[in-house]
């Protein structure tokens, strides 16, 4: 989808919006919305989380983050669940990944869902921690 939208920003930067992902001044506002916190906690998970992507704006092009505010509420929702986890679940799930062999993959899913289960937290939020990765694909 390229092209410009006026002289405001790029058709992408538009699609993202509609999506969900914005830039940072109003990716601030959405999160602290949507999870009460206050504008300089939204700023500090979105710093955080990172941005997820960029894209033109601006009559001269200019190249401005986005962020998707949606993983950086889920990131807000897990802090509490993720910080009262005992501190050595981040080494157990690295142990997982030392597994060797051909189901390799489908044996760390069972162990990440047997810690999960163990820890009572969902196996999506574990791996989004230990990963750094807050976005859904």
């Not at 992902?21 to 990172?50: F, H, M, N, Y």
């Not at 941005?51 to 993983?71: G, L, P």
């Not at 990131?75 to 910080?83: G, H």
Request: glycine share 8%; charged share 30%.
């Amino acid at each position: 989808m390229a092209g410009y939208n006026g002289y405001s920003k790029s058709n992408n930067a538009t699609a993202a919006e509609d999506e969900g992902r914005l830039p940072l001044s109003r990716a601030i506002k959405a999160i602290a919305e949507r999870t009460g916190c206050s504008q300089k906690d939204a700023r500090t998970a979105a710093t955080i989380v990172g941005a997820t992507e960029w894209h033109h704006t601006s009559k001269r092009y200019n190249h401005t983050d986005y962020y998707d505010v949606e993983a950086i509420v889920r990131y807000l929702n897990a802090r509490p669940v993720i910080d009262s986890l005992p501190e050595n679940w981040r080494g157990r799930m690295d142990a997982h990944r030392n597994i060797r062999g051909e189901h390799r993959l489908d044996v760390i899913g069972m162990l990440d869902q047997e810690l999960a289960d163990e820890l009572g937290v969902g196996r999506e939020t574990l791996e989004s921690e230990f990963y750094g990765a807050w976005e859904i694909d």
